[in-house]
């Protein structure tokens, strides 16, 4: 499954480098496909269920899950699938 398809997903999932500052969202997955990055993703606490809100998207994406301020580099913000009831399909 690419990024590509994701981003325009008619459920509203799509990867967190889609999204614009100031979004909200709900973590659905943590794809394994960025090796070694995942089992770090899920110990910093983006899990499943977790929310998350967008801070920055360029030159990083800086995040704010939970309680968690994260900078990650967009390869890593496409394997962070969400839902977010603000972005429209």
Known sequence: MSSV???FSSDGTRP???LRVGTRATVI??????EGRADRLLALGVTPGASLTVLQT?????LLCDQTELAIERSVADAILVHSPEVSS
Do not use: N
């Not at 997955?29 to 960025?34: E, N, P, R």
């Not at 360029?58 to 800086?62: A, C, D, L, Q, R």
């Open 5 to 7: 398809h994701l981003a």
């Open 16 to 18: 967190v480098s889609s």
């Open 29 to 34: 997955a943590v794809l394994s496909h960025v």
């Open 58 to 62: 360029s030159p990083g994406i800086v």
